[in-house]
């Protein structure tokens, strides 16, 4: 037997049926009732729907388009979105504690005070959105795209956003204690009454970052930007 | 002050599933062993601070592959007794992993369906646990001394 074409046959048929995998019963289902639990979304075009006070635990959205989607208030914890679009959609106060966001795009998204802790989201993309209030504790927000984030009032602690890009972001009041904001891009970035106590800035950009108020990594308060 | 443990699980798991796909038919299942390749080492080494509290040399933040196979090793290379001891947590860590074997020199725990609170470090040695990491996050490890309130140092894994 020659492996490699069977492996080759094998990865190509894993890949075509990942790409249609989504179930129109469910998908259906989902728009009729406003719930779905655990079920497979991939690919689903969901621009524009209509889902607040959702309810999809477990739900698999990777590779789904919720562009412009109201999200808001639903209940999304631990769901699969990795490589989904939720540019521009309503996720105010949503739940999406452990979801898996490696990838996604929430561009222009609304994620006022909604809950991300725990999640997985290395390399998403949230420039230009709204966080502000979210709780984003243990998030790995390793090199997130966060251009301009509103992340004022969040819990980011313990969060990973080594390598983040959070260049003009809003960090005014943050808690960022025992984050780790290695080789971060904090150009610009506004961080007045942000606490960083314990937080990692090693190799961090901090050109015209605004400190003002305060609290540093050792517990000194810097008021150098006031 | 990062250890990149990924590529290398990444690389050996590519070629497990390699091997598996094309010795399948050939090789026999040996009994008693869940996991074939050995464990991927990573230490955690704490030493004595000037004023008493813990210090972590050398690496503090480890990224590690889900469901990979790892073994951590918590080492204490100065602490001298009970009350000048380190206690090392990582709570999330082990509630989120499926723990093998527990060892503390040559003596080794074979674990079913356990789990642990700490590991103290009351004289200079090392203590070690094999694992396999089940959920993506980002786990934090606590190091504290005795005194009240502790001394704290903080490491980091990351399971992606």
């Keep these: 037997m020659k492996p490699i074409p069977a492996i080759t046959a094998l990865a190509a048929l894993v890949t075509a049926s990942s790409a249609l995998a989504f179930n129109q019963d469910e998908l259906d289902g989902l728009l009729e009732t406003n719930e779905c639990f655990g079920c497979d979304l991939t690919g689903a075009d969901l621009a524009g729907a209509q889902l607040a006070d959702n309810y999809l635990v477990y739900t698999n959205f990777t590779g789904a388009d919720l562009t412009g989607a109201d999200l808001s208030d639903g209940f999304m914890g631990l769901t699969i979105m990795t490589d989904a679009d939720f540019t521009a959609a309503n996720l105010q106060r949503a739940n999406l504690g452990g979801a898996d966001l490696r990838g996604a795009v929430f561009q222009q998204a609304d994620l006022t005070e909604a809950t991300l802790s725990d999640v997985s989201a290395s390399n998403a993309d949230f420039s230009g959105g709204t966080l502000a209030g979210a709780n984003l504790r243990s998030a790995n927000l390793r090199a997130a795209s966060m251009t301009g984030v509103d992340l004022s009032g969040a819990d980011l602690t313990s969060a990973l956003l080594s390598g983040a890009a959070l260049g003009e972001a809003n960090l005014e009041g943050a808690t960022l204690v025992n984050a780790g904001l290695g080789d971060a891009d904090l150009t610009d970035a506004n961080l007045s009454g942000a606490n960083l106590e314990s937080a990692d800035l090693d190799g961090a950009v901090l050109v015209d970052a605004v400190f003002c108020g305060t609290t540093m990594p050792d517990g000194t308060v810097n008021d150098d930007g006031c | ?160």
């Excluded at chain 2, 798991?13 to 062993?33: C, F, K, S, W, Y």
């Excluded at chain 2, 990224?63 to 000048?84: H, I, K, M, W």
């Excluded at chain 2, 082990?94 to 074997?101: D, G, M, Q």
């Excluded at chain 2, 700490?118 to 786990?139: K, Q, W």
């Design chain 2, 1 to 160: 002050m990062k250890n990149m443990l990924v590529p290398a699980a990444a690389a050996a798991g590519i070629l497990a599933m390699t091997v598996a796909a094309t010795q399948a038919q050939d090789r026999m299942q040996e009994p008693g062993v869940v996991g074939s390749p050995p464990p991927q080492d990573f230490s955690l080494t704490v030493v004595t601070g000037e004023n008493g509290e813990p210090v972590i040399e050398g690496e503090s933040e480890f990224t590690l592959a889900l469901g990979g196979y790892y073994r951590f090793n918590f080492v204490c290379p100065d602490a001298e007794e009970d009350q000048s001891g380190f206690h090392f947590e990582a709570p999330d860590l082990v509630a989120n992993s499926h723990l093998r074997v527990y060892s503390v020199g040559d003596i080794e725990l074979y674990i079913q369906g356990q789990t642990f609170r700490a590991i103290e470090c009351d004289e200079a040695g090392s203590a070690r646990f094999s694992f396999h990491p089940m959920r993506r996050g980002v786990y934090d490890l606590y190091v504290r001394d005795h005194s009240d309130p502790p001394q704290e140092a903080f490491g980091r894994v990351i399971v992606e």
